[in-house]
């Protein structure tokens, strides 16, 4: 009874190997009767097919991500040159920028110098020389300098117009004050020089 069943089956078999290769079962759907019998697949079973495909799509997305790390690394090292140089080159052109400042104020601080010197000179020589006394009827004066009412202005613009920086001057002491301030006289302090702000005396008409 055993043979006659395995006959059988191998029959069926060779049917249904027969009607596969002559497309006669395209339209068929076969479905297990019986679930028990059906082979089992769990966590603890190894499919081979499925961990070989598993492990060539983990190579091909690491050989993805490994190319993008290149391009990442090489654009951060162009860009990472690119900043350097745009700093060091500000950097030269503030520091050449704080040169010229320092310069520019040694040279006034010079020119401050000399003029103080000067005023002291004549201030020691006005000091030491007899005072000359001028009668009016019967009221005496003495021919003294007054420097009370003299300011020193820095920092204004040289201009050939020089109704241009006395404004300037106006509006600075105006400003300074509060109020306007009357002057009776301004001039420029030492020589002309190309680049050089030279300081400005105001004489005020009074203290």
């Not at 006289?185 to 190309?194: K, V």
Request: glycine fraction near 4%; charge should be neutral.
């Amino acid at each position: 009874m055993g043979c006659l069943f395995s006959a059988e089956v191998d029959d069926i078999l060779g049917l249904l190997d027969y009607l596969d290769n002559d497309s006669k079962l395209d339209s068929v759907t076969f479905a297990a009767v019986n679930h028990d019998r059906v082979p089992k697949y769990g966590p603890e079973e190894l499919n081979v097919c499925e961990l070989a495909n598993g492990q060539s799509r983990l190579g091909a997305a690491f050989e993805h991500l490994s190319s993008r790390m290149k391009k990442v690394v090489q654009y951060n090292s162009s860009s990472t040159s690119k900043v350097m140089d745009q700093i060091e080159s500000n950097m030269k052109s503030s520091v050449s920028t704080i040169t010229e400042q320092i310069s520019h104020l040694t040279d006034m601080c010079s020119q401050l110098s000399e003029s103080i010197k000067k005023n002291h000179s004549q201030s020691s020589s006005t000091s030491t020389a007899p005072s000359r006394t001028r009668r009016t009827g019967s009221t005496a004066c003495n021919d003294t300098v007054d420097r009370s009412r003299n300011v020193v202005i820095f920092g204004v613009e040289e201009s050939q117009v020089v109704s241009s920086w006395r404004d300037v001057v106006i509006n600075t002491l105006h400003l300074a004050a509060g109020r306007d301030v009357m002057i009776t006289d301004a001039f420029r302090l030492g020589r002309f020089t190309a680049g050089r702000i030279r300081p400005i005396l105001v004489k005020l008409n009074s203290a």
